[in-house]
C-alpha cells in the first residue's frame, strides 16, 4: 500500500530538520514557491483532497473562499485532536514536525497568509516542544520568517497550546481561544475564512491535511488524485482503538474494504470474538455493526451507511462489551464538554447523561428510550455548533440499532434495584460549592 | 462613520409578503409582517446576535438545517416558514430543554407575569416535560450586588447580562464559570457586581433570574401601572417607566427612545426613586420660628415667602438644574417683573481658574441650530471629542451611546481634559491639561485649527484628528468651559460644523435641565428665548458675594443649597447668614437650607410633575404625573405664582399648561408647540422651521476670554481640580439601596506626586489651601498627570468646595 505520510515514519531523527531535508524535506517548499499562487491553489484544488479533522470539506476550496486584497489573513493549523479515539496528528507531529511545518507555509502561501497558528491540545506537551524546536529550526533556516527563501513570502508561525476542552477543537471555539477569550463556538456564517481570526480572514485545517500539502505539492495535484476514489482522493491516517490486537495509526488509501482495515491492519478482536459494534470516524459517528465491515472505507460510502468517515478513528467494541456502558460513557464525555452556550446540547447532553445513569440504577422504564431517542432528534441539526449532534449521532444509533439489549438492561437493572418507585431514589442534592459572598436577607 | 443607507427588499414569511431593510434580520423582518418569531437571546441593543437560545429557527428554502431568525440576514425574494411542523417540534424541543433546569416556582417568582420564558413556554412548548430527572440547585438567592439579587437555578444561560457588561457598559465583570449544564454567570472572585450601568441587566433578563433587591416582592405584574416619564436626575434626561403601586413609585424601567438613551439607564436613574418614599422627604412646608424649622400649614409658609416683596430689588435667585422649563420662566418673571431683581441663575459659578459664565451673546450663538448635533449622532460621526466633561459623571447614558459608536461603528473618540475619564480606554487620543486650563486648551485647539503652529505637539496632534479624522466631527462641551466655549464657535467654524448633518456641538450642563432653564430665561443677561434684556442681573458667584456683602438681602432658593452645589462654600455660608430672608424648595434638607433657610416649601419629584425640560441636544421632553403628589405637596407652579401674587404680580398661571402656554409664546423657536406635539418622544427644536429665530450669526468669533491662567504647581503643591461623580447627589443619600455607593472624599493624584509625597494609595491624607482644610482618602491613579490633583463636590461632608485656591498643599495623616 502507498504511504505518503508514514512513509518511513520511524526513522530515527526525522525529527530534526537534517534528517527531513535529507530525505528532500521542503523540496516541495521550494517547488510551490516557483509557481505562482495560482498555480499552487490549482494543485491543491486538483489534488481533491478533503479535510482530515472531521468534517471532510474540500481544502482547495476552503483556501479559494478566502478574499483576495491586503488584509490580515490567517492560517490556523488545528492541532487539538480532541475527538476521542484519535492520535494520528500526535504521531505525526511528534515523528515528522517538518511535514506539517512545510505544508503549513505551502497553504499560507496559496491562500497569501502572512501570520500563522498552530494550536495544539495542552495535553500534548512532548509533541508542544517537538514542534516548538521544529519551528525554531525551521526559523533558522529560512523556511519561515521575513522573505522566505527569496520568494518575498513573509509568514510568522506561533505555537499555542490549549488548556484542555473538546470544544477548542471546534474551530470557531478554536478560535475564541486563541483569542483569549472563553473557548466557545460562534456563529456562522461569517465562516473563518471571511471572518476568523481576530475578524481577519482565516484559513483553518487539520494537522494531518496541511501535512499532506507537501505530498501534493511533489506528486502534483492531479497525480495525488488517482489515489483513493474520485471523491475521497489519498492516503488517510486511520487511528484503530478497542477491541483489537493491534491497535495504532494506519496510512491506508481511501476506499479500501473497512474489513482490510480492522482485520488485516489491525488483526481484529483478540481472542477470536466478533465484532459488536464500531466506531468508524471517532466517537462522534453513528455506530456501525458487523454487518458493515464490508463497506469501503470513503467518506461518501460511511455517509450513504448513514455514519461519517470524520476524523478517520475506529473504535471496536467486541461482543464482551455492553452497548450501555458506551453509551453512558460517551454521553458523560459529552455532557462534560459541552460549552454551554446554546440550549439543545447544554440541556439534552445533560438530560441524555441523567437518562442513562437512571437505566444503571434501575430507575428507568422501556419508555425512557424512546424519551432518549427524541431528545436526539431535537438535538440534531438545532444547536450552535457540532457538539450536540456530536453525542446525539452515536448515541440515536445505538437506541435505535441496539434497543432489545437497552431493554434488558432496563429490566436487569430494576430487578437489581428491586423496582423501587422513581420518586423515592431520586435525591435532590444542593450543590452548594457555587455559592457566592453575599447572602441575601 | 455615517449612518448607513439600506434599501428595501421584499421577502415572503409564512406566505405573506413582507417588505424589509435589506440586511436587516429575519427576527425583526418578521416583526412587520406582524410575525411572531418567539426569542431569549436576541436583543439588538447588545450587538451582534449570539444564536445561543435557538429559540429563534425557522426554516428558510434552499436552505436544509433549519435557521436561527435572529442571526440571518434578510435576502431579496427570501421565502420563510416560521410554523411549519418542523419549526414547531424545533420550538417544542427548545422550551423542553429549556425547562429541563429551570425551576417551576413561577408562582413566588418576582418575574411571574411579566415573564418572557413563561409567555414563550405557553405559546411555543408542548405544555409538559418528560424530564423527571433532579434539576440543577444552586445556593439562592445571592445579592449579585446589593442592588441585584441572582438566582442561579432560574437562569437560562441566554447571554445578555454578560454580553451588557463585556460589550455595552464594558465592565467586564459579569462572566460564566463553568461549562455544559454547569454554566453559572457571575464575577471574577465573586466580587460584587458594582457599576454604574449594572441596573440595566435586571431588565433584560428574559426569566427571574436577575431581580432587583429594591423591587423584590413588593408587587405583582396585576398590582401596577406604568406612568411614563422623564428621569430629571441628570441632563441625559432618559425616558422612563414608573411602575406604580398605591401611588407610589416602586421601580423605574427604561421606556427605549433611540433619540435619547438607547434604552438603557444608569443606576441612579434606575433605583433613585426610592427618594420620593422615603422619611427624609419633606412633604409640609416648613418655616424657622425660635431658630428652628416647623411644619406649618401652606397659608403661613406663603405668608413668609411673601416677604420677598419687602427686598424688592434686592432679591437673588437661584434655580437647581431639576426645575422644569416652567418653574425656570414663572421664577424669572417673579424676580423680574414681581421682586425687580435681575439676579436670577440657574448655572454653577465656575471653580478655579474659571473663564467666567457664558454671556447671553455666546449662549445664543452656541445654541444656534446649524451647530447642534443630536444624540445619535455621537454614534455615528467620524470622530467625537469630549472637552473639559466626563459623560460618565455628567451624563452618564452618553457614555454607553460613546462606546457604542467606538465598538460598532468605528467613531475616533478624542478626549481632552484635566481630569481622566471613563473612556480613556476608547480613546484614539487623549490629552491632558491642568485642572481650570478648559478655555485656554479650547482657545489653542482653535488656534491650531486655524493653522498656528505654536500650539504643541498633542494639541496639534487633535487638531489633525478633528481636520483630518472624516467631516462629521461631534463635539461634547462640558459646562467647566465657561466663557471659555467662546473658542468652539472658532473650532466649529474651523471644521465646517454649522450645517452639517451628523456634526454638531452638545453641551453638557452642570444642571439636569441646565438647558431648558437657560432657553426659559433663567439666566442674568437674557430673557426666555436668550433675548437680551435692558439691565443684566448678576451671576451665581456674583449673586453670591452680594449676599455676602449685604448688597443682596432676601435669597430665593428652588432646589438647590448653594452650600452643597456652589463653589467656595465659605462664601455661601456667610451669604446665607448675612441675608435677612431665604426662602427655599426642596425635597431633602440638606446642610445649608437646615441651617439658615426662613421658609421651605416641599417640593415635586420627578414622578408627580408637570411640565417639560429640554435635553442637551434641544429636545423638549414632557414630564408627566405618574403619582400623586404625597402629603401636602402642592405643584411648583401653583406655589410660585401664589408667591408672586403676594408680591403683586399677577402671572395668569392657574393651570399647569398656563405656564408651559406663556413659556411658548415667550421662546420664538418654541413657537407654536403643544404638549400634545411633545408627547412622549419629545421635539427636538433645532429642527423645527421656528428654529431659525435664533441665529449666532451675530457674535464675533475673535475674542475668546481665557481667564487668568492658573498658577503652576510649585514647593510641593498640587493644581486642584473637582468634579461632581454620578453619586454626589441628596437623591442617592437618602434612597437606601444607594447608600452604599454615596461616595467618601478621596483625592486622586499621580503615582509620581504620591511617590514624592509619600502617600500610599488609601492613606488618610489632608488637603488644605489658604487656611480651608478637608481630609481624603489617596486614590492613586496611572491617568492623573503629574501636578495635578482632584477632589469630588457636591458631597455632604469634606466636599470640595470647602477649598477655595487652585493650589493646595498635600500631606499625609
Known sequence: MKKLLFDRIDEPGLNTLDVYERRGGYQSLRTALGMSREDVLSQLMDSGIRGRGGAGFQMGRKVSFLPQGDMAKYLVCNADESEPGTFKDRELMQKSPHMLVEGIVIAAYAGGISRSFIYIRGEYQLQADILEAAIAEAADAGYIGEDILGSGLSMSLVLHRGAGAYICGEETGLLDSLEGKRGNPRLKPPFPAIEGLYAGPTLINNVETLATVPHIIRMGGAEYAKIGTETSTGTKLVSISGDVKRPGNYEIELGIPSREIVYGLAGGPPSGRDVKFWFPGGSSSPVLTKDDLDLPYDFDSLAKAGSMLGSGAIIIADESRRVLDTALKLAKFYAHESCGKCVPCREGTNWTHKMLQRITTGEATPMDLDIMASVQTQIIGNCLCVLGDAMAMPIGSMVVKFRAELESEIEAARARSGGADVEDVVALGVADEHAGPLPVH | ?813
Open chain 2, 1 to 813: 462613520m455615517p449612518r448607513p443607507e439600506r434599501k428595501t427588499i421584499q421577502l415572503t414569511i409564512d406566505g405573506r409578503e413582507v417588505q424589509a431593510a435589506e440586511g436587516a434580520m429575519l427576527v425583526d423582518a418578521a416583526k412587520q409582517g406582524d410575525i411572531e418569531i418567539p426569542y431569549f437571546c436576541y436583543e439588538p441593543k447588545l450587538g451582534q446576535p449570539v444564536g445561543a437560545c435557538r429559540m429563534c429557527l425557522v426554516e428558510v428554502e434552499g436552505i436544509p438545517k433549519l435557521q436561527t431568525s435572529c442571526s440571518t440576514p434578510v435576502k431579496d425574494g427570501m421565502v420563510v416558514h416560521t410554523q411549519t411542523d418542523r419549526v414547531r417540534a424545533a420550538q417544542n424541543a427548545i422550551v423542553e430543554f429549556l425547562l429541563v433546569n429551570h425551576p417551576l416556582d413561577c408562582p413566588v417568582c418576582d418575574k411571574g407575569g411579566e415573564c418572557p420564558l413563561q409567555d414563550i413556554s405557553f405559546g411555543w412548548g408542548l405544555g409538559r416535560s418528560r424530564m423527571i430527572e433532579p434539576k440543577r440547585h444552586f445556593q439562592k438567592p445571592l445579592a449579585l450586588s446589593p442592588l441585584v439579587a441572582i438566582d442561579r437555578e432560574r437562569c437560562i444561560l441566554c447571554y445578555r447580562c454578560v454580553r451588557f457588561s463585556q460589550e455595552i457598559a464594558e465592565d467586564y465583570q459579569l462572566i460564566f464559570a463553568e461549562r455544559g449544564a454547569d454554566t453559572f454567570v457571575g464575577t471574577h472572585d465573586g466580587h460584587p457586581y458594582v457599576a454604574p450601568f449594572s441596573g440595566n441587566i435586571i431588565e433584560l433578563c428574559p426569566v427571574g433570574a436577575l431581580t432587583s433587591q429594591p423591587y423584590r416582592f413588593r408587587a405583582r405584574p396585576w398590582d401596577i401601572e406604568d406612568g411614563a416619564g422623564i428621569c430629571t436626575l441628570c441632563p441625559s434626561q432618559c425616558n422612563v417607566t414608573f411602575t406604580v403601586r398605591d401611588e407610589r413609585v416602586l421601580r423605574v424601567l427604561a421606556r427605549d427612545h433611540e433619540g435619547v438613551d438607547d434604552g438603557w439607564l444608569c443606576d441612579k436613574g434606575r433605583f433613585a426613586y426610592q427618594a420620593i418614599h422615603v422619611d427624609e422627604r419633606i412633604t409640609r412646608p416648613l418655616v424657622r420660628d425660635g431658630g428652628e424649622l416647623r411644619e406649618v400649614s401652606w397659608e403661613r409658609a406663603i405668608d413668609a415667602a411673601a416677604g420677598l416683596a419687602r427686598h424688592q430689588g434686592r432679591v437673588g435667585t437661584l434655580v437647581g438644574g431639576q426645575a422644569s422649563n416652567e418653574e425656570g420662566f414663572l421664577l424669572g418673571r417673579l424676580a423680574r417683573e414681581g421682586l425687580a431683581s435681575a439676579d436670577i441663575d440657574s448655572r454653577a459659578g465656575g471653580a478655579h481658574g474659571w473663564a467666567g459664565p457664558v454671556s447671553a451673546d455666546l449662549a445664543r450663538a452656541l445654541a444656534a441650530p446649524e451647530l447642534q448635533a443630536s444624540v445619535p449622532d455621537i454614534e455615528f460621526a467620524h470622530t467625537v471629542l469630549l472637552l473639559g466633561c466626563d459623560p460618565r459623571d455628567d451624563a452618564p447614558i452618553l457614555d454607553l451611546r460613546i462606546r457604542k459608536g467606538v465598538r460598532r461603528h468605528g467613531v475616533k473618540l478624542a478626549i481632552a481634559s484635566a481630569r481622566p475619564t471613563a473612556l480613556e480606554a476608547n480613546a484614539t487620543l487623549s490629552v491632558r491639561y491642568a485642572p481650570g486650563d478648559d478655555g485656554r486648551f479650547a482657545a489653542a485647539l482653535a488656534r491650531a485649527l486655524d493653522g498656528a503652529d505654536d500650539v504643541g505637539e498633542e494639541i496639534a496632534a487633535l487638531a489633525s484628528l478633528l481636520r483630518d479624522g472624516g467631516e462629521d466631527v461631534v463635539i461634547l462641551y462640558g459646562e467647566r468651559l465657561g466663557a471659555g466655549a467662546a473658542a468652539l464657535l472658532r473650532i466649529a467654524d474651523g471644521l465646517g460644523i454649522a450645517g452639517r448633518d451628523g456634526a454638531g456641538l452638545i453641551g453638557l450642563p452642570g444642571g439636569a435641565n441646565g438647558r431648558g432653564l437657560r432657553e426659559a430665561g433663567a439666566v442674568p443677561d437674557a430673557g426666555p428665548g436668550y433675548t437680551t434684556l435692558a439691565t443684566a442681573g448678576r451671576s451665581t458667584a456674583q449673586i453670591g458675594a452680594a449676599a455676602a456683602a449685604g448688597e443682596i438681602t432676601a435669597l430665593h432658593l428652588f432646589g438647590t443649597d448653594p452650600v452643597r452645589d456652589q463653589p467656595d462654600r465659605a462664601l455661601w455660608e456667610r451669604a446665607l447668614h448675612s441675608v435677612a430672608l431665604v426662602v427655599a424648595h426642596a425635597a431633602v434638607l440638606t446642610e445649608g437650607l437646615a441651617e439658615h433657610a426662613t421658609v421651605i416649601f416641599p417640593a415635586e419629584s420627578h414622578a408627580e410633575k408637570e411640565g417639560t425640560v429640554v435635553h442637551p441636544d434641544g429636545r423638549l421632553q414632557r414630564l408627566r404625573i405618574a403619582i400623586a403628589h404625597p402629603g401636602e405637596v402642592r405643584p411648583s407652579w401653583a406655589v410660585l405664582a401664589e408667591i408672586a401674587r403676594r408680591c403683586g404680580l399677577d402671572t395668569g398661571v392657574t393651570r399647569a399648561h398656563d405656564a408651559f402656554a406663556q413659556l411658548v409664546a415667550a421662546v420664538p423657536a418654541y413657537a407654536g408647540l403643544t404638549l400634545e406635539e411633545i408627547g412622549g418622544r419629545g421635539v427636538r427644536w433645532p429642527e423645527r422651521a421656528q428654529a431659525a429665530s435664533i441665529s449666532g450669526g451675530d457674535v464675533t468669533l475673535v475674542g475668546v476670554p481665557a481667564g487668568e491662567p492658573a498658577p503652576s504647581a510649585q514647593n510641593g503643591s498640587l493644581r486642584l481640580g473637582t468634579y461632581r461623580p454620578i453619586w454626589a447627589a441628596p437623591e442617592c443619600e437618602v434612597s437606601p439601596a444607594l447608600k452604599f455607593l454615596i461616595p467618601q472624599q478621596q483625592l486622586e493624584l499621580s503615582p509620581e506626586d504620591a511617590q514624592r509625597l509619600g502617600i500610599a494609595h488609601g492613606s488618610e491624607v489632608i488637603v488644605s489651601s489658604n487656611g480651608h482644610r478637608l481630609t481624603a482618602t489617596a486614590a492613586v491613579r496611572t491617568g492623573v498627570p503629574a501636578g495635578s490633583a482632584f477632589l469630588a463636590d457636591g458631597l455632604a461632608a469634606e466636599s470640595a468646595n470647602a477649598l477655595t485656591e487652585s493650589l493646595v498643599e498635600v500631606v499625609k495623616v
